[in-house]
């Protein structure tokens, strides 16, 4: 069964940067055909798409945020992070790992989401 | 304000049906699969319909959703409390390259 672990600090400072990871297990990020992405949840508000990155390499972010994140694999670990900087308070949130088989398709599983809050 | 528009909530008896649409443009719902999510409070989302009308294994045939045009519709029938939650379509739009997401639906189990 695949699952997906985020961790990271649940707090950062204004200005700094926000470094999540992604533990999955139960499969292994090089060798199957699938993306890997990053969605967010601000308090209150609805699902934000952050980016992906494929099983190849090849990543694919949010233009809104696409100048302040880098989405990035660790196939030794079987880990994908993800870098957010210059964060503000309107980055506080709830942050998924997820999977999904096409950028056009439905991600099937989730981690179980870590906050993340901005504040000094 | 979200590219993809849902109503902000809906409501309904517990047995009974209720449908949520997701209205977008042909850049996103009018030419690219719509997903379907369920969200509970303090949980992760779980997907529910994919490829705009396909189920996950797992998901009841209680859950059911459709396409046409630039619009998209989840169903739900035989509602329980349970399904009390937030609910979100996503899907492609090729015009931003971007997964997006709709605003969200509360559904309400009266």
Redesign the interface.
Known sequence: QLQLQESGPGLVKPSETLSLTCTVSGASISSTTYYW?W?RQPPGK????IG?LYYTGST?Y???LQSRVTISVDTSKNQFSLKLTSVTAADTAVY?C?RHGA??????Y????RLVTVSS | Q?VLTQPPSVSAAPGQKVTISCSGSGSNVGN??V???Q?LPG?????L???NNKR?SGIPDRFSGSKSGTSATLGITGLQTGDEADY?C???DSS?????????TKLTVL
């Open positions: 992405g969605i609805g699902l934000e798409w992906s694919y949010n233009p809104s998924y997820a950028l056009t398709s439905g991600f099937l989730w981690g179980q989401g | 979200s690219n699969y997903s379907w999510y969200h949980t992760a989302p779980k997907l319909i994919y490829d996950p979100y996503g899907t492609w931003l390259s971007a997964v997006v997401f709709g605003g969200g």
